[in-house]
T-cell receptor, first 113, second 114 residues
Framework: AQSVSQHNHHVILSEAASLELGCNYSYGGTVNLFWYVQYPGQHLQLLLKYFSGDPLVKGIKGFEAEFIKSKFSFNLRKPSVQWSDTAEYFC???????????FGAGTILRVKS | DTGVSQDPRHKITKRGQNVTFRCDPISEHNRLYWYRQTLGQGPEFLTY????????KSRLLSDRFSAERPKGSFSTLEIQRTEQGDSAMYLC????????????FGDGTRLSIL
């Protein structure tokens, strides 16, 4: 069965620090990859997605992610975080032609101002 | 885009009672999904519909759970004879057809079993 691993459950950073959140998945076939964010008190929102083409994808609010097929990874990055980036971040995968999303356990990011 | 709407936002009930949740998807989306999320975990897939047809169900969906989407618009998720372990956030999402189409999530219904 597919699974998704997010390496850190809690991350605390100061404003302007760089961010990298790890995500690895287990599935040998073609996948679609997503990062979702959940701000306090809000619903899950799509940050970015990858399904083909350039493995470096850019999303909203200055986030980007890189798909490395050989490592089964889709890490999320942001060069300089802001206090408003405090949220929980979820990596999710579905198989090509699949339907359900398989989510990681999430990473709670707290940015100190 | 009015977003995915779920009702109620919170439900508190006694063990053994039946509960029903409603989800209204984004109007132009023909796919609708239900997920369950417990503390410290990501959402787990329960079931999904394409139009009115329920096309996939997770093994997590025991016989006490039933979902419908009778006219291909809103959906309901019913849990019969609730148990303590059913306490969770129940999330609904909708999307256009295609595995690369992002799923848009509602605010969820938080179920607490006393």
């Amino acid at each position: 069965a597919q699974s998704v691993s997010q390496h850190n459950h809690h991350v605390i950073l100061s404003e302007a620090a760089s961010l990298e959140l790890g995500c690895n998945y287990s599935y040998g076939g073609t996948v679609n990859l997503f990062w979702y964010v959940q701000y306090p008190g809000q619903h899950l929102q799509l940050l970015l997605k990858y399904f083909s083409g350039d493995p470096l994808v850019k999303g909203i609010k200055g986030f980007e992610a890189e798909f490395i097929k050989s490592k089964f990874s889709f890490n999320l990055r942001k060069p300089s975080v802001q206090w408003s980036d405090t949220a929980e971040y979820f990596c999710a995968v579905n198989m090509e032609y699949g339907n359900k999303l398989v989510f990681g356990a999430g990473t709670i990011l707290r940015v100190k101002s | 885009d009015t977003g995915v709407s779920q009702d109620p936002r919170h439900k508190i009930t006694k063990r053994g009672q039946n509960v029903t949740f409603r989800c209204d998807p984004i109007s132009e989306h023909n796919r609708l999904y239900w997920y369950r999320q417990t503390l410290g975990q990501g959402p787990e897939f329960l079931t999904y519909f394409q139009n009115e047809a329920q096309l996939e169900k997770s093994r997590l969906l025991s016989d006490r759970f039933s979902a419908e989407r009778p006219k291909g618009s809103f959906s309901t998720l019913e849990i019969q004879r609730t148990e303590q372990g059913d306490s969770a956030m129940y999330l609904c999402a909708s999307s256009s057809q295609g595995s690369n189409q992002p799923q848009h999530f509602g605010d969820g219904t938080r179920l607490s079993i006393l």
